[in-house]
């Protein structure tokens, strides 16, 4: 396997948390044999982490929960990863950009007896243009001499280095207290937002696909929670209607019952409207006129959905108007115009009849459920091996590119960073993609993937 030297289950139990009081992340990077992994058995209090002298050891675990003045966090010990594959430097610069994508903040471990070397500032450079916290442990500072060592790393530029001593637990102290000074309460990767609160719905599409009427049809027929905001109810901007048994929030509202008719820059408008909307929303309901022929603007406005990152549910209104040699165009329509958004869920309804309108519900539920899917970084690695196996990348320049590990760095949409040995082509990208929907579903949901190519 390409992931030998680490257990991506753990990883996933550092970022999969949701729901269970989530705990902030500290990443501990450096270079081989700096102490990384001393370091960690420090904080944590006892032996867990193995610690041996050779660089690359295979280790176990990478993640532990740890315990520093009341406050609980993850460690995670980057040590040991990819070394025999990648070479040091490509590894250092993997853990960083782990760190930089999964934590929430960061101990660079330097050896104060080396000094800082040209990958410690390569990987320097990594983790400030993160802007995530970095905490610099100038290591193996085992008595007052070393002091002066310490004091050369200023020259890293990450702030003031702190004198410790892994080993003998010198200065440890001091250290973890700044650590919790910049490691956030909680983690970044929440999904607390809007956990609970009402789902919140943009009902997008151009002008007179059907949008009001939908609106109404589905106010009027079912329970309208009425804002208790003063003034709200007569210019609602977001409305409250309960479906299903459930409450949802239609976001911006205003715009679609005011019914404005513009001549001048209508287009304009509607597209600031509609990104208004798609910025407040977590769903996004894509009107489709099937009375006309699917336009560019239509088209337009699917790619501002999914550019969005939303949940995206396509509903082909007007239904009513359909005779078989309209739906024998609109079919063909939707194959040659609608591939980019062949992962959305669809519903064919009326808003004048009602036709099918209760299908919206069951449609965003499985929109949302693909938006906030997250797969476990072992069965990731465990596909991204087998694809690897069947479907290698195509040899360019004698070289064969390979994807060694990836981890889903975040749902809402589901954005995963694949690390690979070289540049994949963006074919073998879409293809990856394309698998991904298949093993793992992702309905109405668009999907991130992003490469980091280690030399
Ligand atoms: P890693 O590869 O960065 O995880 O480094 P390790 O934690 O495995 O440590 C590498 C070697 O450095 C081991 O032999 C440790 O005992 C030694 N070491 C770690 N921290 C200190 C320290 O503070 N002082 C001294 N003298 N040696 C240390
Ligand atoms: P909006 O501009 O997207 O809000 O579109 P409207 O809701 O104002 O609808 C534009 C026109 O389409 C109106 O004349 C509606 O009566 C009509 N309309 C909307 N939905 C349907 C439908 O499902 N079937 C039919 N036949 N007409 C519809």
Not at 10 to 15: K, T, Y
Not at 49 to 76: C, L, N, Q, S
Not at 186 to 207: H, K, N, S
Not at 423 to 446: D, V
Request: charged share 25%; proline share 5%.
């Amino acid at each position: 396997a390409a992931q030998e030297g680490f257990d991506p289950e753990d990883i996933e139990g550092a970022l999969d948390e949701a729901g269970h009081g989530p705990l902030p992340v500290l990443a501990v990077v450096g270079r081989p044999n700096v102490g990384k992994s001393t370091l960690v058995n420090r904080i944590l209090g006892r032996r867990e982490a193995v610690v041996e002298d050779r660089p690359g050891v295979t280790r176990d675990r990478v993640t532990y929960e740890a315990e520093w003045a009341g406050r609980r966090f993850k460690v995670v010990d980057t040590g040991g990863w990819e070394q025999d594959v990648l070479g040091i430097d490509a590894s250092v610069a993997a853990q960083a950009e782990f760190a930089i994508e999964a934590a929430d903040a960061v101990i660079f471990v330097v050896d104060a007896g080396v000094g800082a070397t040209d990958t410690d500032e390569a990987v320097v450079k990594l983790l400030r243009r993160a802007g995530k916290p970095v905490v610099l442990c100038a290591n193996k500072v085992d008595g007052q001499s070393g002091e002066a060592d310490a004091a050369m790393l200023w020259s890293l530029g990450l702030g003031e280095p702190h004198p410790v001593s892994a080993l003998h637990g010198r200065g440890t102290g001091d250290m973890l207290d700044e650590v919790l000074n910049v490691l956030p309460e909680a983690p970044a990767q929440t999904f607390g937002q809007a956990l609970g609160g009402p789902r919140r719905i943009a009902l997008i599409g151009r002008p007179n696909v059907g949008k009001s009427s939908l609106l109404n049809k589905v106010a009027g027929e079912n329970r309208v929670v009425v804002n208790e905001v003063a003034g709200t109810t007569r210019d609602p901007v977001d409305e409250r209607i309960e479906l299903a048994g459930r409450t949802w929030t239609f976001v911006d509202t205003a715009g679609i019952r005011r019914r404005v008719h513009l001549t001048e820059g209508a287009d304009y408008y509607a597209s600031l409207r509609t990104a208004a909307a798609l910025e407040k929303a977590e769903v996004a309901v894509v009107l489709i006129d099937v009375s006309e022929p699917i336009s560019v603007q239509d088209t337009r406005i699917i790619s501002m959905a999914v550019d969005s990152g939303r949940a995206v549910v396509i509903a082909y209104n007007k239904w009513d108007t359909l005779d078989e040699e309209r739906r024998f165009y609109l079919e063909r329509e939707i194959e040659r115009d609608l591939v980019q958004v062949q992962w959305a869920p669809r519903v064919n309804i009326s808003a004048a009849t009602g036709r099918h309108t209760e299908k919206l519900v069951p449609a965003m539920d499985t929109a949302l459920e693909g938006w906030e899917t997250r797969v476990p970084t072992g069965r990731l690695n465990a596909f991204l091996g087998e694809i690897a196996a069947s479907h290698p990348h195509p040899v360019r320049g004698g070289k064969q590119p390979r994807v060694l590990f990836g981890t889903q760095a975040g749902t809402r949409p589901p954005r995963f960073v694949l690390f690979a040995s070289g540049f994949l082509e963006a074919g073998y990208r879409r293809f990856i993609e394309r698998r991904l929907r298949e093993e793992f579903g992702f309905r109405g949901t668009p999907i991130q993937v992003s490469v980091r190519v280690r030399e």
